[in-house]
């Protein structure tokens, strides 16, 4: 068993950056890959980004460029630095734990355990 934890969200104007914590109970991002998801009202769960334990990161288009994930195993966090936000990008954001590492996993069955979500709005 494994508790994920969010924290960072909040309301930010368009063009400003927010900076996303997952916390897990236990040290487990040396040896699982982790992912940050979102989903808006109404629309399906979003991978917005993937970490390998050995830092390898992938994101799709919708943020490239602007979303970067890393991780400190020190502090069994992950965080999720997203700049330049646009108001499409209002969500509930949750970080994942992958069931293995060493590969992105896109698939949402591909991940395990779940945090509760913080919630990130982008005003115009």
């Known amino acids: 068993q494994v508790q994920l934890v969010e924290s960072g969200g909040g309301l930010v104007q368009a063009g400003g950056s927010l900076r996303l914590s997952c916390t897990a109970s236990r040290s487990i991002f040396s040896i699982n890959t982790m992912g940050w998801y979102r989903q808006a009202p109404g629309k399906q769960r979003e991978l917005v980004a993937s970490?390998?334990?050995?830092?390898?990161?992938r994101f799709p288009d919708s943020v490239k460029g602007r979303f970067t994930i890393s991780g400190d195993n020190a502090k069994n966090t992950v965080y999720l630095q997203m700049n330049s936000l646009k108001p499409e990008d209002t969500a509930v954001y949750s970080c994942?734990?992958?069931?293995?590492?060493?590969?992105?996993?896109?698939?949402?069955?591909?991940?395990?355990?779940w945090g509760q979500g913080t919630q990130v709005t982008v005003s115009s």
């Open positions: 994942a734990k992958a069931r293995s590492n060493y590969q992105l996993f896109s698939r949402q069955e591909d991940y395990d355990y």
């Open positions: 970490i390998t334990s050995g830092g390898s990161t």
